[in-house]
């Protein structure tokens, strides 16, 4: 059950993160209810992820690099916004740390 409540933060997270770009600084403000909201689930979902028993270093060290790595793959798509081969390195390298630390 970690697992899915892991996986509904994680969309929850990014959700709400694209809705904060959408927002364009809060100027577009029907984005700021989805923003909210969005937020607030993530934050939720990855509270039961920890109560359900997977380490907060795992949980939260899978949960940012999942999103931050959606987040650039979803903003370049949306946006069109840049994801060079640098950035795209930072990511890999982001999800070997977690990695890492997931098999201790």
Same mark, same amino acid.
Request: hydrophobic share 65%.
């Given at each position: 059950?970690?697992? =899915?409540f892991l $996986?509904?933060?994680? %969309?929850? /997270?990014? &959700?709400? *993160?694209?809705? +904060?770009?959408?927002?364009? !600084?809060?100027?577009?403000?029907?984005?700021?209810?989805?923003?909210? %909201?969005?937020?607030?689930? #993530?934050?939720?979902?990855? #509270?039961? *992820? &920890? $109560?359900?028993?997977?380490?907060?270093?795992?949980?939260?060290? &899978?949960? $940012?690099? %999942? !999103? %931050?790595?959606?987040?650039?793959?979803?903003?370049r798509i &949306?946006?069109? /916004?840049? =994801?060079?081969?640098?950035?795209?390195?930072? =990511? @890999?390298?982001?999800?070997?740390? @977690?990695?890492? @630390? /997931? +098999? !201790?």
């Amino acid at each position: 059950m970690s697992w =899915l409540f892991l $996986s509904l933060s994680i %969309v929850s /997270e990014i &959700i709400a *993160t694209l809705s +904060l770009r959408a927002s364009d !600084g809060f100027r577009k403000k029907i984005w700021i209810l989805p923003l909210a %909201v969005f937020y607030a689930l #993530a934050f939720f979902f990855l #509270a039961v *992820t &920890i $109560s359900y028993g997977m380490p907060v270093a795992i949980a939260y060290g &899978i949960w $940012s690099a %999942v !999103g %931050v790595a959606l987040i650039a793959l979803l903003a370049r798509i &949306i946006w069109k /916004e840049p =994801l060079t081969p640098r950035m795209i390195f930072g =990511l @890999v390298l982001i999800m070997a740390g @977690v990695l890492l @630390v /997931e +098999l !201790g």
